[in-house]
């Protein structure tokens, strides 16, 4: 058994092992009466080969769509009246199906997980619902100026990577897939090897233990090998300015970062609190620099993005047309005093308490607490150092700060949207 603490509601311990092939880690929350539990996919959008993008989000939003027993009205009317709620997610590197329930109701919850996990129908009508979900919402992005820009500047900060391409696919990609498709990746990256089971809860660590060994034994699988993950490496660095352009447009807006380490990096508290004193709430240096002293932001902020192999500082700012260079330059010289200047004691203990609070915020339920040892544990290698994180942050000097900005913020990638020419 491993212990850890983990915010304002106690320690958390759990257990890691493995289960028929799965790597778990189980939470024991006795006497709250519910469990949350993900079972997390460890392949995600990186993991997808030229010909392939958007097939590990699009086969995960398939998962809970019907499987070979049960229509998805029939998987979603038996959650329902176990008062149970389940869900899919996506990403870079993983993707999941996760639920929350009583502990009552677990057995029979957890089965209908795991039979969607296991036994996908892929029906073709299901299919081509989801498919023009995805189309709508695509289409949606294209009219959002931040989430457009940012998936262009994405693709230029992580050209030539797995992460250099949105987990979701563009529209092409969503009108390629198929129920074959997804029917080969399932097969392929599906399996007990690639789970990491998280779960928190009320209950007792060997019943959940000996429920999930029969719900993974006799996996219906190909006889195929698993395929390994691709994205081993983190992408090189190539930073790149990309000029776009949109009819009808009022507003300019601009997405901009540079490159950073991996939460494993001893820089990474340092970035994670210069993020937070450049960008993050209402008192950080972009904010009171650029719109309140010298009004160019309608839609302004800063965060520190991480994945497996690597991650990015990002900056936007959303302004006038004929304030982008100065928002632009702006940017760049807030970043740029944090590389040349000592944060304040004020500064640096702001940032600190904006983030360990968002931690402990983070903790405050089973699905949260399920989400932070998942990710931790595929992320840094072991869900232990998630809680030790705190005390990292707690550890960090402005000097500190100041070199790791020095060291990660060079080269910045800037993706800048302006109104069409003429």
Known sequence: MEAAHGGSSGPVRFERMKIVGADALLAPRPGTGLLALAAIIRRGSADEREGEHGLASFTASMLLRGTQRRSSEQIAFDLESLGAIAGEGDGMDTCSLNVRCSTEAAPRA?????????????????????????????????????SYTYREYVKAMFTGHGYGHASEGELADAERITPADCRRWHAEMIRPETLLIAAVGDFEVGALRDQLAGLLADWPVNDGPVRPRIATQPPADHPRELELRKPELNQGFIVGGFRTPPITDPDYAALRLGSAALGEGFAGRIFTELREKRSLAY????????????????????????????????????????????????????????????????????????????????????????????????????????????????????????????
């Open 110 to 146: 957890l089965e209908i997980l795991f039979e969607s996990l296991r036994e996908p129908a892929f029906d073709a009508r299901e299919h081509e619902v989801h498919r023009q979900e995805l189309l709508a919402h695509l289409r949606m992005i294209e009219d959002e100026k931040f």
């Open 299 to 422: 839609a302004l902020g800063a965060t520190l993005r991480s994945y497996r192999l690597t991650g990015h500082q990002v900056l936007y700012i959303g302004t006038k047309p004929e304030s982008i260079e100065e928002a632009r330059a702006g940017l760049l010289r807030e970043a740029d005093y944090l590389k040349h200047n000592l944060l304040s004691d004020e500064e640096l203990n702001r940032a600190r308490e904006y983030v360990l609070g968002k931690f402990v915020m983070g903790q405050q339920s089973h699905a949260q607490r399920v989400s932070h040892l998942a990710w931790w544990e595929d992320a840094a290698g072991d869900a232990a150092e998630g809680w030790r994180y705190p005390e990292r942050l707690r550890g960090v000097t402005a000097a500190q700060v100041r070199e790791a900005a020095r060291k990660w913020w060079v080269e910045p990638t800037m993706a800048v949207l302006r109104p069409e020419a003429g």
